[in-house]
């Protein structure tokens, strides 16, 4: 199949979106979320033919960070913007170009963050439930408030599983250093997070799993500390 908007040969099966231009292609269900012409580079951050991340956040909770593959080589970027009230953090390709930012919505009742193109036009929203605090649950929106995906985590939220609106287990968030949480969270000594992302639904976008993650941290542990 072809991209009807550059015309690059797709060569995955069912795939939602474009792995070059990052657009969302007909019949998509989520396409909602990635209708902006987000540049994906073959072996790049957002390749769709990944299935594994670390997500390594350093410095105290302040959003700068590695992104590594399954071999330990560093892949990506997330970068803090000084200064920034909602706390924009950017996801960055290694030559520094920025594939997306994840902000905190700062008026509204429940921990919200909204998942951005490198232009700032939003993409997605992610939420936490109100009342799901042992067992924590969020949920990914598109633009038009159309649940996308749900991660549910398991007791204390140190492992997450994302389903799909059909309920299909496509992705599983792991906190690698849970251990230290429990014994030094709160402390200085407790300066880092580090998560395994594993993927099992190669359609559905890089960019909106990260996003996740990241909101994941955000909501769930940053606050605890």
């Not at 700068?64 to 593959?69: A, H, K, L, R, S």
């Not at 909602?86 to 170009?97: H, K, P, V």
Request: proline share 4%.
């Amino acid at each position: 199949m072809r991209c009807p908007y550059c015309g690059n040969e797709i060569s995955y099966p069912n795939a939602r979106f474009c792995p070059y231009c990052g657009r969302s292609l007909p019949g998509d269900t989520a396409g909602t979320v990635v209708q902006s012409a987000i540049q994906i580079t073959p072996g790049g951050l957002l390749d769709p033919r990944r299935s594994f991340y670390i997500i390594h956040e350093k410095y105290w909770d302040m959003g700068w960070g590695d992104i590594y593959d399954e071999y330990g080589r560093i892949i990506g970027k997330m970068e803090r913007k000084i200064l920034s009230l909602r706390g924009e953090i950017r996801l960055e390709e290694l030559d520094g170009r920025v594939v997306g930012k994840v902000v905190r919505k700062i008026i509204a009742i429940r921990p919200t963050y909204d998942l951005l193109d490198p232009q700032g036009r939003l993409l997605a929203r992610m939420r936490r439930k109100l009342l799901a605090i042992l067992r924590p649950v969020l949920w990914l929106e598109d633009r038009n408030g159309n649940k996308l995906l749900k991660a549910q985590g398991d007791f204390l939220g140190f492992n997450f599983k994302i389903y799909d609106v059909a309920g299909r287990l496509i992705a599983e968030v792991n906190k690698l250093d849970a251990f230290k949480d429990l014994f030094l969270g709160g402390t200085i000594f407790d300066f880092s997070d580090k998560y395994a992302l594993r993927i099992y639904d190669p359609r559905v976008s890089r960019l909106l799993l990260l996003g996740f993650v990241i909101a994941i941290d955000n909501a769930v542990h940053d606050v605890r500390k």
